[in-house]
């Protein structure tokens, strides 16, 4: 039954983003990461079942691309709403974004060491490591932005989202960084749990 909701919720922001999105390029660039973790974890739905603690944060995570896709992520109508009324300078729905690329990537990367026990007893070195791949994946990503700019030039602005802010490439990654500490802080034991109950200890 979940599996459905998730396809459905999948789905049907997956179509609503792609009617008369603000910026038909800036669409297709946010949304390509999403298409992919999509059919990632169709391929490996039998083969290799995730807890559904990390489905269910690739799903929120995909839904974020999804959004910050539709209207780019420079005029979120949520990130204008949170920038009135925190009287902030610039919409700041891209950090959310960058808060998800460490928040949903540590427990994926957390589960994939786990599961296939690359890192073992020491939670430490696990922690350590976890937050070490979700700044490299948060790194090669900006990368790619600085890539996909000097390919297209200005087309890429509204990818960007850099809104003028000088160290946006290195705030980035910092909330991606607190993104990872905060998963791990917050769901370790909860996806611990969810590892058991698939017969795997920790």
């Given at each position: 039954?979940?599996?459905?909701?998730?396809?459905?919720?999948?789905?049907?922001?997956?179509?609503?983003?792609?009617?008369?999105?603000?910026?038909?390029?800036?669409?297709?660039?946010?949304?390509?990461?999403?298409?992919?973790?999509?059919?990632?974890?169709?391929?490996?739905?039998?083969?290799?079942?995730?807890?559904?603690?990390?489905?269910?944060?690739?799903l929120?995570?995909?839904?974020?691309?999804?959004?910050?896709?539709?209207?780019?992520?420079?005029?979120?109508?949520?990130?204008?709403?949170?920038?009135?009324?925190?009287?902030?300078?610039?919409?700041?729905?891209?950090?959310?974004?960058?808060?998800?690329?460490?928040?949903?990537?540590?427990?994926?990367?957390?589960?994939?060491?786990?599961?296939?026990?690359?890192?073992?007893?020491?939670?430490?070195?696990?922690?350590?490591?976890?937050?070490?791949?979700?700044?490299?994946?948060?790194?090669?990503?900006?990368?790619?932005?600085?890539?996909?700019?000097?390919?297209?030039?200005?087309?890429?602005?509204?990818?960007?989202?850099?809104?003028?802010?000088?160290?946006?490439?290195?705030?980035?990654?910092?909330?991606?960084?607190?993104?990872?500490?905060?998963?791990?802080?917050?769901?370790?034991?909860?996806?611990?749990?969810?590892l058991e109950?698939?017969?795997?200890?920790?």
């Open positions: 039954m979940m599996r459905y909701v998730w396809l459905a919720l999948f789905a049907g922001t997956l179509v609503w983003s792609g009617i008369h999105p603000k910026d038909q390029f800036t669409w297709f660039l946010e949304v390509l990461p999403a298409l992919i973790g999509f059919g990632l974890i169709v391929a490996t739905y039998r083969t290799f079942p995730l807890t559904p603690l990390l489905y269910t944060l690739i929120i995570h995909m839904i974020i691309l999804m959004v910050g896709g539709h209207y780019t992520y420079a005029e979120v109508p949520a990130g204008e709403w949170v920038k009135e009324l925190l009287h902030q300078s610039r919409n700041n729905y891209d950090k959310l974004g960058h808060f998800f690329q460490g928040f949903e990537p540590a427990i994926l990367a957390r589960e994939i060491l786990i599961r296939k026990q690359i890192v073992k007893p020491s939670r430490i070195w696990l922690n350590y490591i976890v937050l070490s791949i979700v700044l490299a994946f948060s790194a090669f990503y900006e990368l790619i932005e600085w890539w996909v700019a000097l390919a297209t030039g200005e087309g890429a602005d509204a990818f960007l989202g850099t809104q003028g802010y000088v160290w946006d490439t290195q705030s980035d990654m910092m909330w991606c960084l607190v993104g990872g500490i905060a998963a791990l802080l917050l769901l370790s034991r909860w996806h611990d749990r969810q109950e698939l017969g795997i200890r920790n």
